[in-house]
């Protein structure tokens, strides 16, 4: 089992930035991502890296405003947003696969999730 807590979430404005944290424990991870849900959508991938080097991977429509990163030394994955637009405005989930995944946007290959930290753009 992969425990994975996020934090960073807020309420911002357009144009805004934050930074979303994931911390990790408990067994090996090989893929991590980023995804996002807003109301009455599907769960979409933000972006996503192979912790042993590979990738990143980001969905198109991120414009290159969002960059994935991670800490090695202290397990924790980090989504830093800028730019950000009311269409950015949903949940962010960090998921994790035990094994490097072909899909690393779809949601269905990962097999642990966090609970999600809320991103609130306001314009």
């Known amino acids: 089992q992969v425990r994975l807590v996020e934090s960073g979430g807020g309420s911002v404005q357009t144009g805004g930035s934050l930074r979303l944290s994931c911390a990790a424990s408990?067994?090996?991870?090989?893929?991590i991502g980023w995804f996002r849900q807003a109301p009455g959508k599907e769960r979409e991938g933000v972006a996503a890296m192979y912790t042993g080097g590979g990738g990143p991977f980001y969905r198109d429509s991120n414009e290159g405003r969002f960059t994935i990163s991670q800490d090695n030394t202290k397990n924790m994955v980090y989504l830093h947003m800028s730019s950000l637009k009311p269409e950015d405005t949903a949940m962010y989930y960090c998921?994790?696969?035990?094994?490097?995944?072909?899909?690393?946007?779809?949601?269905?290959?990962?097999?642990?999730w966090g609970q999600g930290t809320q991103v609130t753009v306001s314009s």
């Open positions: 408990g067994a090996t991870y090989r893929t």
């Open positions: 998921a994790a696969a035990p094994r490097q995944i072909r899909g690393l946007l779809q949601p269905d290959e990962y097999a642990y």
